[in-house]
């Protein structure tokens, strides 16, 4: 699914270019839930950025679904996220005037998927994260899992090919963390593509492989033992 | 264009306006401002217009006066000061030389320019003194006489028989009759000959002398009573209305001069005055205005388009992060540029309604209290459509210019840069 053969990537600050990624190689397989380990500054979220095509490489190769990502220009960029990608973040991103529906509905807007269809979308895929009664509330009127909840509804609605999640947890306390861990891993089990960037080890575990990157490149690739997360809900 | 007419690019639109309500109404409230002043504006400028239209309307618009006075250069023998005299003849000579003169109404009167005061009017017990002007019928076509039900001014016959039937003003006519009693056909005597009254003119004023209290009476009758034989006091002249009021103004004093044996450069010989100028004058003056009006509102209009520009771009910083997870879910540049432009141009639109809407309501209380005013040149305060439909497109275009500066840096932002924790 995912395939990135040598990939590099710096930043220039002021004067001096700061090499954050030196040569990953790295592949994922459909179906598998990996996470990304690294304490901070070892280029975990650059390398989701750039998976996310939110950020370009220098050099390198990188394949999504057997699609060469490569100069993309913004409104390339922006079909190939819409179509291939979900994100989830830290801070749920969601938009603070829409209710928890329309918030869902969103990808399948810049799809330009028919509003009756979004609409039935939109409610199929929050009542998989169950909060389908809250489908008609403002994300102010959510609890900080809730809102997750409703991100990663948000990142599926579109179905795409992979999901990122970028600490889908580190803004949640460890009971809400395991439940939205529990839906992730409900998901990939549907057999969804799943990478989640975190720095709990714990919620490493409850993945399928972990891949530790240290100071721009991978340390250790290693299959784990899936903790499932609903044994701690 | 599918893009325009989506009811989904609308309720996106929709939904960051709601979102903002504070933001929408004050940004609103600049353009509803600026085409309020620019309807309010242009409608009273128009107004004003329309208000000394209706102030000129009895009179020729292109018409003049002349007059003799005393020449200021010896000539052909004749010595300086030599006192001049306009005859009839004079009418005639100028009528055949200048082809511009629509028409010419030679007037004498008494009680007007100084000198002998007015007539003595009497009616049974009631006297008074008033101004007595000797007129031909075409004096009506230069300056429109309004007269009251069941009279009529004086007419050809009266002028080929001296006949001594007279028009009185309004005035005169209550102090001299009854209140209910018709004048019409009634006796008056005026410098002890008694002259039948045939009609009463409404005063109008604006025309200059005139007053509520004249007196007309023919020509030929006015040269009997007061022995003016061939004299004249002064031509009322109408050009056509093509014409250069103040060539033919200059042309009428050259040929006078030539027939009075007056030098060709001597200014003082005749006197005139020129209504037409003066009318131009005052219709430049509110030609003036209504440019003023229109520079100063289309300035407003400009300077709260800016405004909605200047808010859009706030609010495209402080929704760095939406259109960050917009993008990120995969709205492309064009689709965020789109939106934000639309969101201008709308909210322009909106704006610019109320404020016709506003600027119209205005106008219309202004109309209720001036229409009946009198003193007050103004009527009738409209705006051309063409000047409120090019108002809207002006603020449409610079809407979406205006809203081109906060869309293009809503793109500029990476989505990335967006997304940033901190």
Sequence with gaps: ?233 | MRFIFDRDTWQEIFGSIRKNKLRTVITVVGVVWGIFIYIALSGSAKGLDNGFEREFETVAMNSMFAWAQSTSIPYEGFKTGRSLQLKLDDARILQNRIPEIQYIAPRNAKGVFGGSGGANVVRGQKTGSYSIYGDFPVFTKIATKKIYDGGRFINDEDIKYGRKVCVIGERTQKELFEKDENPIGGYIRVDDIYFQVVGVHKFVPGGGFESDSDIFIPFTTYKKLYNTGENVDWFSIAAFADADVIQVEEDVKAVLKSNHRVHPDDERAFGSFNLGEIFNRIMGFSKGMTFLSLIVGIATIIAGVVGIGNILLISVKERTKELGVRRALGATPREVRGQIILESVFLTFIAGFIGIIFGSFVLAIINSFTQNGDGIPYTNPTVPLVYIGGAVALMVILGTLIGLIPAQRAVSIKPIDALREE
């Excluded at chain 1, 930043?11 to 270019?17: H, I």
């Excluded at chain 1, 909060?131 to 948000?154: C, D, M, N, Y």
């Excluded at chain 1, 306390?173 to 975190?198: H, P, W």
Aim: hydrophobic share 40%; charged share 25%.
């Design chain 1, 1 to 233: 699914m995912i395939e990135i053969k040598n990939l590099h990537k710096s930043y220039k600050m002021g004067s001096n270019s700061l090499h954050v990624l030196k040569g990953i190689d790295f592949s994922v397989k459909e179906g598998e839930l990996v996470a990304i380990m690294g304490s901070s500054g070892s280029g975990k979220s650059t390398l989701l950025n750039i998976l996310g095509m939110l950020d370009e490489a220098d050099s390198g190769d990188y394949h999504l679904d057997k699609v060469e990502i490569r100069n993309l220009n913004e409104t390339k960029a922006a079909n190939y996220r819409n179509k291939f990608l979900g994100f989830v973040f830290q801070s749920f991103n969601l938009i603070n005037y829409k209710t928890a529906m329309e918030n869902v509905a969103l990808p399948l807007y810049y799809q330009k998927v028919g509003r009756k269809e979004r609409q039935r979308k939109a409610l199929k895929y929050l009542e998989q994260v169950g909060l389908k009664e809250w489908a008609g509330h403002l994300p102010s009127e959510l609890s900080g899992g809730q809102k997750q909840r409703v991100a990663i509804a948000r990142a599926m609605a579109a179905e795409p090919k992979v999901l990122l999640a970028d600490e889908p947890t580190g803004a949640l306390d460890s009971k809400t963390s395991y439940e939205v861990m529990d839906l992730i891993q409900q998901i990939n089990d549907q057999g969804n593509t799943i990478l989640v960037v975190t720095h709990e080890p714990d919620i490493a575990h409850m993945c399928k492989r972990i891949v530790h990157l240290r100071d721009g490149v991978i340390e250790k690739d290693e299959k784990v033992e899936q903790v499932r997360a609903s044994a701690y809900v």
